[in-house]
């Protein structure tokens, strides 16, 4: 059993989960804070307790949450998806009863995996590793302590961290408070030292305030950057939609696409949509489900009840709003 490091002062993490709202039990948390609580209890010792609270996160949570730190890059690899897979078979998705007994060893077996990156993580943290400190960071946020961690994303830039994760993520703590001036500072020190993620914030920033030249220039410095994830090109390809350049915007979205981006494959099923080519939409939409685009759904829904294979759908929309994702 290990008891929680923080009575010896700021820099020693908490316990998994320690800063979780845990006072009306699951219910009250996110998938993410019961996973936290159940490798809580594991490092504590009560497995009975850490089991149950993996499968009440199996039931609740949705793919992209379920054992968030067991599938988060925590500088030392990815854990297992299959097993993680498997457990999301096993217990059922979106609430429905389990097909089978839920796999206690399985998930003791994740709940180890984690605890020993968990372990290492915040080794790394302390001996002062920049991207780590900036991991950890996000971690804690996840959880529910933004003051913790506030404090990492800062010692991830005393560190010197080469990919400027700390200033990056200083500036999502305001932006995602409602105070998007008080981001750009953050953003913009991160931009400077190369950040990716920080220039597509600016961007985005900047096109919701109305400012597409801004936005655009910044959006072409994270492609220029490297743009690995694809969301700059997504959003240049917004830009030239809302423009009425559906044929540049259709290679902006390709681009993306070929970066891995999934919402790129959900805008270019809306060009099929717009142009009649309801096939080929419905093609993109489910290869964008299958890679985790939740906005696909939606418009799935649109398309069959369009072709009368459905009762029920929601309301059309338009493209979505920039991305940061």
């Not at 780590?132 to 913790?148: A, F, K, N, P, Y």
């Not at 190369?194 to 400012?211: H, K, Q």
């Not at 029920?312 to 709003?321: F, K, R």
Request: net charge negative; with cysteine.
């Amino acid at each position: 059993m290990r008891e929680s490091g923080r009575t010896g002062g700021e820099e020693t993490p908490p316990l998994p989960g320690e800063y979780a709202d845990d006072t009306d039990g699951p219910a009250s948390m996110t998938p993410l804070q019961i996973a936290a609580c159940a490798l809580r209890a594991f490092v504590q010792g009560d497995e009975e307790r850490a089991v149950s609270l993996c499968e009440t996160a199996v039931l609740v949570g949705a793919d992209t949450e379920l054992f968030a730190m067991a599938e988060y890059r925590l500088g030392i690899g990815v854990a297992d998806h299959q097993a993680v897979r498997h457990l999301l078979d096993a217990a059922g998705v979106g609430g429905m009863a389990p097909a089978h007994p839920f796999p206690r060893a399985q998930a003791l077996n994740n709940l180890r995996a984690r605890d020993a990156q968990w372990t290492e993580l915040c080794h790394r943290a302390r001996s002062g590793d920049g991207p780590s400190c900036s991991d950890l960071g996000v971690l804690l946020r996840g959880w529910g302590d933004e003051t913790g961690a506030e404090h990492w994303y800062r010692k991830a830039i005393d560190a010197g961290d080469p990919t400027a994760g700390g200033a990056n993520n200083l500036g999502n703590l305001p932006r995602d408070q409602g105070r998007p001036d008080d981001a750009v500072p953050w953003w913009t020190r991160a931009a400077e030292q190369g950040a990716v993620a920080s220039m597509v914030s600016l961007g985005a920033l900047a096109y919701e305030r109305g400012d597409t030249a801004l936005a655009e220039r910044w959006f072409r410095a994270a492609i220029t950057a490297g743009d690995p994830d694809g969301v700059a090109a997504t959003n240049m390809g917004g830009i030239a939609h809302d423009q009425g350049r559906a044929g540049k915007a259709a290679q902006w979205w390709t681009q993306a696409v070929d970066k891995g981006h999934a919402p790129a494959l959900t805008q270019l099923a809306g060009l099929a949509m717009e142009r009649g080519d309801l096939e080929s939409a419905e093609r993109l939409l489910r290869q964008a489900l299958e890679q985790g685009d939740p906005h696909a759904l939606n418009a799935l829904a649109i398309l069959l009840e369009r072709t009368g294979r459905t009762e029920d759908g929601g309301p059309t929309t338009g493209p979505p709003a920039p991305t940061t994702d």
